[in-house]
């Protein structure tokens, strides 16, 4: 269990937790020099048969509230102390402020220095303490008496904590792991050494972590949980770890040390916020804030999402928007101060840390807010499932929950699920079929609109109709549909089942005998008129029939009587899609160095490629270049579609 303490500047703090385990917490001469706390101070209780009790020891001077709240953050135990000559002062009210809005249901209030007052006075200390920890979650926090000169209440309340230290049973925090860092030095023998809190999971010497914000790497070389050499830190432990491959000007008080699966940086967070009562005006947005996570804090603006305004004492949903990245997951307890960095105005629960520029406000998005507010992890995902009607991103899920087995996560709740081009995404099997039912009635409305055409093109049909949906969910849900026969595909084309393309027989013949004239030379096909010659067909009939192989997707039409075959045009697609992967770009002339086509013909090809979406063109200043369209389905659609597939008419 971790004990910190709380109160106001200069009522025995650092000498109670002296009298209470022996240790100064001032290791400072600044701090020695001035007799108060700037840094935040540890110290250990040795228990028998069990791990030691952990103290943080935090200065209470209102210039150091900050430094206050990084040890504040994630601590088992608040331990309140007052007193009893001065009774509540301001920092006593933010500190135990700070506590609540944290989440600490556990503690208990030391009344210090009863060697100086009489005992009237002490009772009156108590009375007033009780009256201000009625309206936290410390409402049933015992008050002990104590003096750390002479000693006296000292075992009884050293007696108390061991006692709430035996009861003590962490509930296991699950996830990856991650420790907030509130200390970076160097260790002879060691060398770079972090020290702080572990939030979740667990780290054992010889894992790879991941230094965030940021991407540095290093390797635990060895630790301490609890002042004790230790194989493995957990949540809940006091921890020193000492890293190899990185300097300690690298990280830094305020950066998280996590699994590399979850690591991440959040610049826009949504909070479900709790304005403290105390709050001196109410809450609206645009307000600057200072947000406080673990031993971090960085300033931001707000963006009230279900109300107009947050008045003292209530709670609602606001966005913050971060001018630094910080590390936050999904229920990770914050507290917001002040723009000057003067007063705690409240605090709240992280419900997502990769917040959505758009559609913020919308009541589908509020909907699903609420989904995130769940008990545990099962359930959230459970109920989150049901208000996503675009899906699930479960790589990006994975990181802001900080779970690391997402298949475990997700095991047991019924799901439909898209594993293709870079996309991970769960539908609730309500939602997989409304979006079904939408790509028929999209391809049903397209052949309303041009009858005479063979059918749409994914790509554009994920662009037009569905412009919030990952293109490659609406492709595996064609797929699906193909298959289960409620719609038809030829070559690129999606269509209505009835409305494929039927060759009779003897189109499909003269089909055969063309394939073979285009394949000869695939970059450079004959000409209409060349390719009637050689089967011996009028121009007017061949024409005719190529461009129903067009609408059937076995060949595509470049310009007005020049047809490449399908599988050529997939290699060129290959072909661009290189080039951009190596410069970000494609340009008309390193295209025609690639493919050894003329500088016309090479023109034509990018065009072509601009007018079925599968590449766009972009004009500026002067700069003529082409950029591959995501995820357009040009190449698996046409690289293996046989002529087979064109069915004669009976």
Avoid at 254 to 260: I, K, M, N, S, Y
Avoid at 405 to 420: A, N
Avoid at 597 to 603: E, H, P, Q, V, Y
């Amino acid at each position: 269990m971790i004990v910190g303490t709380a109160g106001h500047i200069d009522h025995g703090k650092t000498a109670l937790v002296r009298a209470l385990t022996g240790v100064d917490t001032d290791r400072l001469p600044e701090e020695k020099k001035r007799g108060i706390s700037i840094e935040l101070g540890y110290a250990y209780l040795p228990v028998d048969g069990s791990t030691p009790l952990g103290f943080i020891d935090v200065p209470g001077h209102e210039r150091f509230v900050h430094t206050m709240l990084s040890g504040a953050t994630g601590i088992d135990f608040g331990l309140l102390v007052v007193a009893a000559d001065d009774g509540v002062m301001p920092q006593t009210r933010e500190h135990l402020a700070v506590l609540h809005l944290l989440g600490v249901t556990q503690g208990a209030c030391a009344i210090t220095k009863i060697d100086r007052v009489p005992a009237e006075r002490v009772r009156e200390v108590a009375v007033e303490v009780g009256h201000l920890l009625s309206a936290t979650r410390l409402a049933d926090a015992p008050s002990f008496p104590v003096s750390s000169i002479t000693g006296e209440g000292v075992d009884v309340l050293r007696g108390y904590l061991l006692d709430a230290h035996a009861r003590f049973r962490r509930t296991a925090a699950e996830g990856g792991f991650r420790l907030a860092v509130d200390r970076v030095f160097t260790l002879e023998g060691a060398g770079t050494v972090v020290t702080g809190t572990v939030f979740a999971g667990e780290v054992r010497v010889g894992d790879e972590v991941r230094i965030v914000p940021g991407d540095r790497r290093a390797r635990v070389r060895s630790l301490r949980a609890q002042n004790r050499a230790s194989e493995r830190g957990r949540a809940g432990d006091r921890c020193a770890l000492a890293l190899a491959g990185i300097e300690v000007a690298e990280v830094a008080r305020g950066q998280w040390v996590t699994d590399p699966r979850i690591a991440s940086a959040s610049e826009r967070v949504d909070v479900r916020v709790e304005l403290f009562p105390d709050a001196p005006k109410p809450l609206r947005s645009g307000a600057a804030v200072h947000l406080h996570v673990g031993a971090a804090h960085a300033i931001g603006r707000i963006a009230l999402l279900d109300v107009e305004s947050l008045a003292p004492g209530a709670t609602a949903l606001l966005q913050v928007v971060l001018q630094d990245g910080l590390g936050l997951w999904a229920g990770d307890r914050v507290v917001l101060r002040d723009a000057s960095a003067a007063h705690t105005m409240g605090g709240g629960v992280v419900l997502d840390p990769m917040a959505p520029v758009r559609y913020r406000r919308t009541q589908e998005r509020l909907a699903l807010l609420a989904a995130l507010d769940g008990p545990d992890t099962r359930t959230r995902f459970a109920d989150v499932l049901q208000q996503a009607t675009a899906g699930v991103d479960l790589d990006a899920l994975g990181r802001s929950w900080g779970v690391v087995d997402v298949e475990r996560l997700i095991h047991d709740v019924e799901h439909r699920r898209v594993r293709q081009s870079g996309v991970d995404l769960a539908f609730a099997p309500a939602h997989w079929m409304r979006l079904a039912d939408s790509v028929v009635a999209a391809v049903d409305a397209f052949h309303a609109r041009n009858p005479d055409e063979p059918g749409v093109d994914l790509a554009r049909l994920a662009r037009m109709s569905f412009p919030r949906v990952e293109a490659a969910v609406v492709q595996a849900t064609a797929d699906a549909l193909v298959r289960a026969g409620r719609l038809a595909r030829q070559g690129a084309w999606l269509m209505q089942p009835e409305h494929a393309v039927r060759l009779s027989e003897q189109e499909r013949v003269f089909a055969e005998r063309i394939r073979p004239l285009l394949a000869e030379t695939p970059f450079d096909p004959p000409w209409v008129r060349d390719i009637a010659a050689a089967i011996g067909q009028p121009e007017m009939h061949t024409r005719v029939l190529l461009n129903r192989l067009a609408k059937s997707g076995i060949v595509y039409q470049i310009v007005r009587d020049l047809f490449y075959d399908a599988l050529a045009i997939s290699k060129l697609a290959v072909i661009a899609q290189s080039i951009q992967a190596e410069s970000g770009e494609l340009r008309a002339a390193v295209f025609r160095d690639r493919t050894g086509l003329g500088r016309k013909r090479a023109i034509q090809v990018l065009e072509f490629f601009d007018r079925i979406g599968f590449t766009r063109r972009i004009r500026a200043r002067g700069d003529d270049k082409h950029v591959l369209r995501a995820n357009h389905p040009l190449q698996a659609l046409t690289v293996a579609t046989p002529p087979a597939q064109a069915r004669p008419t009976s």
